[in-house]
């Protein structure tokens, strides 16, 4: 569709929103405003935030028995920040970032440069090794994970071409948006972070796809991706320990020791964590496995398996519910979206909110390799925090900015 759609008829003229009306008229103006916004997708969002605070005061209160609130307080602070985060993306118009896109990937991609030059390793790392891996960029004392926003700023940049190809894609037009995504892409593979990359590559077809690319074009671009993926592994591109991951998820053994490692420890125990709490779990609180500190990175990577023994398979899928609902609410803004801007924009948020579940949740009972993706709105961390409030914000900006609610 074109962004004509938005224009307004001749002579017209726009609403002066609290000016002129007096104070009925500015209620009446924040009535307006409330009543275009998603208020399903803004509650289950704010639902699973209030979950992912408990789940890491329970996963983190032993950590430290002198302060057992560090954590959390922490986790509260980043989360105020991301609520302000979404307020300013919620009312700022889509279209508005639309004409920034191109600025904010560059922004992106120099930050990424900067994890390069001055990053630091993160603070938490698991018994797979990947600890040392430079993610982090401090600013003002506050440690920015960059790669949580380069999803986003893909996302933009590429809704933003779409939206200028009304018609179809050449060859260099498929390029050009495997460039805009590949570029990124490999900077955050070089930090290394294999499961960003992941979910950059997930992202990434599902924005071709939901364009009309044609399927020749995907069908290449997937055995391309399959290839490099298969001499990245044999000309030993990747890291060892993402190798040892790859191997560990291929063969399950709790016993399976690679060079005097246990390669499969944090699994093993996330799996018994998550059977030990059965039907209604231990109940909050509760459970050996939290409690005693078992699961390594429990209040980041592995947080589901908190919640698995302490709320049980009741809690689980209350969880899952909930997040069916915030995936269901932005499928229907994808339909409703009145320009392919916004449209693109959606279908790429709900690529990146779907894989981030999955591969987490997968990860912690071996259906998925183990790789650093947080649980959205449950793991402790800001930046991922901060990238998943943004991406709800913007499926609720483009949803309000639909003439057809009006």
Wanted: glycine share 12%; net charge positive; proline share 4%.
């Amino acid at each position: 569709m074109s962004i004509k759609l938005f224009e307004r008829p001749a002579g017209a003229r726009p609403p002066r929103l609290g000016r002129g009306g007096g104070p009925l008229a500015r209620v009446r103006s924040v009535a307006e405003v409330l009543a275009a916004l998603d208020l399903y997708l803004i509650l289950a969002t704010f639902v699973l935030a209030g979950i992912g605070l408990v789940m890491v005061y329970s996963a983190t209160r032993s950590l430290f028995p002198a302060e057992p609130s560090y954590y959390i307080k922490r986790q509260l602070v980043y989360a105020i920040i991301g609520f302000i985060a979404m307020v300013v993306f919620i009312v700022v118009d889509y279209r508005i970032l639309q004409q920034y896109s191109n600025i904010l990937y560059g922004l992106v991609i120099l930050s990424l440069l900067a994890v390069r030059a001055i990053g630091h390793a993160s603070g938490y790392g698991n018994a797979a090794g990947s600890g040392g891996a430079v993610r982090e960029i401090a600013i003002g004392g506050i440690a920015i994970q960059p790669s949580e926003f380069a999803v986003l700023a893909v996302i933009l940049a590429i809704a933003n071409f779409v939206d200028g190809h009304q018609g179809g894609y050449s060859r260099i037009d498929v390029v050009k948006m495997l460039l805009i995504a590949g570029v990124p892409m490999m900077l955050v593979l070089a930090q290394p972070d294999l499961g960003t990359t992941m979910i950059l590559g997930v992202v990434l077809s599902t924005l071709l796809a939901i364009a009309g690319v044609p399927v020749r074009y995907l069908v290449a671009t997937l055995g391309a991706a399959i290839a490099v993926f298969f001499i990245a592994t044999h000309v030993h591109l990747l890291h060892s320990y993402q190798l040892t991951r790859i191997t560990g998820f291929l063969n399950q053994d709790c016993n399976l020791l690679i060079n005097g490692v246990d390669v499969n420890y944090n699994l093993c125990l996330s799996k018994t964590a998550i059977g030990a709490g059965g039907l209604r779990g231990a109940g909050l609180f509760h459970g050996a496995f939290t409690n005693s500190q078992y699961v390594p990175v429990q209040y980041a990577d592995f947080i589901f398996s908190a919640i698995g023994e302490q709320l049980g398979y009741v809690g689980s899928l209350i969880m899952l519910f909930l997040y069916g609902v915030v995936a269901f609410r932005i499928f229907r803004a994808i339909r409703r979206s009145a320009d392919r801007f916004g449209q693109v924009i959606c279908a790429g948020v709900l690529a990146f909110l779907v894989f981030s579940v999955f591969e987490n949740i997968g990860m912690t009972v071996g259906l998925m390799p183990i790789t650093g993706i947080p649980l959205p709105f449950i793991s402790y961390g800001g930046s991922a925090l901060f990238a998943f409030f943004i991406a709800i914000a913007l499926v609720i900006n483009v949803e309000r900015n639909d003439p057809g609610r009006r």
